[in-house]
């Protein structure tokens, strides 16, 4: 009887980790292909993806402007190991979850205001508006 209590947790288990997407590998066990933006570049402008203490992470600054034309870069820059994404509200770009050290950058081509949030931490927002 023990042996099948044993076989019945390790499949629970498993099952569990495949449902909330645990994996080794990153974004979570989910596939996400990067869009809309590039690894390099010349930025006009850096908006740094850092940790809070408060918060888990935020956008530094949470609002930039730039101008048509301009490109600007995400800077991943949270060194405690938590990954967070530059997720554009309408799918225009998505960085996909990303370690410290990575660096995202969308040249803006038309003008508007594109806000963005993190994929797995909805308390992190933030906005370009392109004029």
Do not use: R
Request: hydrophobic share 35%; net charge negative.
């Amino acid at each position: 009887m023990t042996v099948w209590k044993m076989a019945i947790g390790s499949v629970a288990t498993a099952l569990l980790l495949v449902s909330c997407g645990g994996s080794s590998g990153d974004n979570g066990g989910q596939s996400c292909s990067p869009t809309g933006g590039s690894t390099s570049g010349t930025a006009t402008q850096t908006v740094k993806v850092v940790s809070d203490p408060n918060t888990i992470g935020k956008y530094d600054p949470a609002t930039a402007s730039a101008k048509v034309g301009d490109t600007v870069a995400w800077d991943f820059q949270d060194s405690t190991g938590v990954q967070h994404s530059v997720s554009e509200d309408n799918g225009t770009f998505e960085s996909c979850l990303q370690n410290s050290g990575a660096k995202f950058m969308v040249t803006f081509s038309k003008a508007g205001d594109f806000k963005y949030h993190c994929q797995i931490h909805a308390q992190m927002l933030g906005e370009i508006k392109v004029g």
